[in-house]
């Protein structure tokens, strides 16, 4: 007989109440991937799905296909969450990079090149500077702030690219500008995201 | 292994975003497979991806709810074992794995094209629009002069060369754009092996170069 992890009441786990209003889903992520709680499980889909299948329809997968690979990204959630990393990322940082793998896959029929983190095992002299897992809750807040307050041209690139999935110069062609400006504007958006961001790590 | 020559922030956030080709995103993913300082980088560039994922919904906007139906399928699902993939123990190369994946372990096995004397090639699988290539380049040898439509991102995965902009060895990436007009001259006594890629065709400077491109294409 296998064991069965808490909150194994699958009949019961569809009808809980969704998760309150703020929740740590860093914290949430690893405590699943650790414990195996369906329950867990549960409250993350709720949260998670619906902007999956946001993104996934937004960076271009067809409408009757997007509810497939967005099961399929949720399903990766759960197998994967031994691979997840809190101190290296917020769990909607890390169910975006599933999200947009899989988007790809899809898209393209190809796998989208990544690394590994633990690829080399990289002589990391950095340690300290890692944040902890409490902390990428908290720096993805602030991310998403520090988006809110990027000049529209800046922004302008970073939706281009994020949520329709275009080259430089495909946005230079759409903006009718210099695919260096496009370069800068992302330059700039990017160097000013990372020192609002990286301030409290 | 000392990088200099690191990826640009714009092409790092195009790499987060799944806005590069396929074979600008291997030179991205192999640089990054062998460079903290850029998997750092990229790690920020991703966590913009995660907070604009967050915002995409309103939680209380009744549209943008997903019904029980597929939490209920997942549910089902949670218990079965998935294929297992057991990833075989990766050799000790000097091939960045997720340039491995597509061209094995060992870069003397790769099959080399002549495109010239002392410059070879090994074309990458992937065909969308740019171009995607392994280049291997004898000492002393140049590569044509030329400039670029888009981008062009190259890898140096053994030797080295310089060019106007300075000195590439193994582990450097030269990440450019359209603004340089570049020649690169091997200056390492052993080929420089390189793994370029391009979003666009390159424009050659020279009339040599314009006839050669139809068969080079670099
Ligand atoms: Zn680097």
């Known amino acids: 007989m296998k064991n069965s992890p808490p909150g194994d009441d699958v009949e019961n786990l569809a009808s809980l109440k969704p998760p309150r209003a703020s929740e740590d889903w860093t914290e949430m992520l690893a405590l699943m991937a650790e414990t195996r709680d369906k329950s867990l499980y549960v409250d993350l889909f709720r949260h998670f799905a619906p902007r999956v299948k946001a993104y996934v329809l937004r960076l271009g997968v067809v409408p009757s296909a997007a509810e497939e690979v967005t099961q399929e990204i949720m399903l990766a959630v759960w197998r994967k969450a031994h691979l997840f990393n809190a101190a290296k990322a917020a769990a909607s940082t890390w169910i975006f990079t599933l999200a947009r793998n899989q988007s790809i896959d899809w898209m393209r029929s190809q796998k989208y090149p990544q690394y590994e983190f633990d690829d080399q095992k990289p002589e990391t002299s950095e340690a300290a500077s890692v944040p902890s897992a409490g902390e990428a809750e908290v720096l993805s807040d602030r991310m998403a702030a520090a988006i809110k307050t990027l000049p529209e041209n800046q922004a302008q690139v970073i939706f281009m690219s994020f949520f329709e999935g275009r080259s430089h110069g495909e946005i230079a062609n759409r903006l009718d500008i210099p695919l260096g400006s496009v370069k800068s504007r992302l330059r700039l958006a990017s160097e000013k995201l990372r020192t609002l961001w990286g301030d409290a790590v | ?218």
């Open chain 2, 1 to 218: 292994m000392k990088i200099n020559h690191h990826l640009d922030d714009a092409t790092l956030v195009s790499y987060s975003a799944g806005a590069l080709s396929q074979g600008m995103a291997l030179v991205v993913a192999s640089h990054l497979a062998i460079c903290p300082e850029c998997q750092r980088r990229n790690e920020q560039t991703d966590a913009i991806g995660g907070a604009l994922l967050d915002d995409l919904v309103d939680d209380s906007a009744v549209d943008d709810k997903i019904d029980d139906g597929m939490l209920n399928d997942l549910l089902a699902k949670l218990d079965e074992e998935p294929e297992v993939t057991t990833a075989a123990p990766w050799p000790k190369t000097d091939i960045p794995r997720p340039l491995a994946e597509y061209v094995g372990a060992n870069l003397e096995r790769v099959e080399w094209k002549r495109i010239v004397p002392g410059v070879y090639f090994h074309e990458l699988p992937f065909g969308n629009g740019g171009v995607s290539r392994l280049l291997r380049i004898a000492p002393g040898k140049t590569i044509l002069p030329h400039s670029h439509e888009g981008n062009e991102l190259t890898l140096i995965l053994r030797g080295s060369f310089s060019d106007e902009l300075g000195r590439f060895a193994a582990g450097d990436v030269a990440d450019l754009d359209d603004q340089v007009e570049h020649q690169p001259l091997v200056d390492s006594s052993e080929d420089c092996i390189c793994l370029v890629a391009t979003d666009a065709p390159l424009r050659f400077t020279t009339w040599f170069g314009r006839l050669v491109q139809p068969i080079t294409g670099f």
